[in-house]
């Protein structure tokens, strides 16, 4: 069955450290990989996308990687603030138009 | 530009009736698509529309249906409603059909509690 995996357990980490989300794929074969962030009560915003022939993406802090053939992506947060703090989710097209399934999501911490 | 808008923002119903909510996507975005998110289930596609024609459609029953007008504007509906369906519903809109250049850009959701 085809699946989009996220770490599950929050990810607690200390202001300025580096964070890594982790999103693993399978039965898929997206042409294009997404990252959003989404804050309590809110709808996503989308922060990265990357194509299948890129093997890595960077936006300020923000770093993502896409490994087609381990079929995973790595989104970096470096110098983690706590404004960061948010529950990631990745995102793939898996159909015609604009639909998108999504990851579970990964919620983040960042402490001081 | 404004952004995307729902309404109503917040519901409350009970099991048996049906709801409608409305979503108003960015000025010159003919894409419309809808997601439930629950804690249980994450993010779920529910349909898209593009130019008043249903795209795409993702695997929940047919109590769930919707609508697009012709100045975009989307409408979804659900019938019968379920203890099940509560849950924030989210509209999101992007600019053109043909992805993935495209981002897609969402509303700030419809939280529907059905008692």
């Known amino acids: 069955s085809q699946k989009i995996e996220q770490n599950s357990e929050a990810l607690n980490i200390q202001e300025g450290k580096t964070a890594t989300l982790t999103c693993n794929y399978t039965?898929?074969?997206?042409?294009?990989l997404q990252w959003y962030r989404q804050d309590p009560g809110r709808g996503p915003v989308f922060l990265l996308l990357?194509?299948?022939?890129?093997k890595e993406k960077r936006k300020e802090r923000l770093k993502v990687t896409f490994d087609t053939t381990l079929k995973q992506s790595l989104f970096h947060i470096t110098a983690s603030q706590p404004a960061d703090s948010a529950t990631y989710l990745c995102?793939?097209?898996?159909?015609?138009?604009?639909?998108?399934?999504f990851g579970t999501g990964t919620q983040l911490k960042v402490e001081l | 530009k404004a952004g995307v808008t729902q309404t109503p923002r917040y519901l409350i119903k009970t099991r048996g009736q049906q709801v409608t909510l409305s979503c108003s996507p960015i000025?010159?975005?003919?894409?419309v698509s809808w997601y439930q998110q629950t804690p249980g289930q994450g993010l779920q596609f529910l349909f898209e529309?593009?130019?008043?024609?249903?795209?795409n459609k993702g695997n929940f029953p047919g109590r769930f249906s919707g609508r697009q007008f012709s100045n975009s504007r989307s409408e979804m509906n659900v019938s019968t409603l379920e203890l099940g369906d509560s849950a924030l519903y989210l509209c999101?809109?992007?600019?053109?059909?043909?992805?993935?250049?495209?981002?897609?850009?969402f509303g700030p959701g419809t939280r529907l509690l059905v008692l």
């Open positions: 999101a809109s992007s600019s053109q059909g043909a992805p993935p250049q495209e981002t897609q850009y």
């Open positions: 039965n898929y074969s997206p042409a294009y």
């Open positions: 990357i194509r299948e022939n890129e």
């Open positions: 995102a793939l097209l898996t159909g015609g138009g604009n639909k998108l399934t």
């Open positions: 000025s010159g975005h003919r894409s």
């Open positions: 529309y593009f130019s008043e024609t249903q795209r």
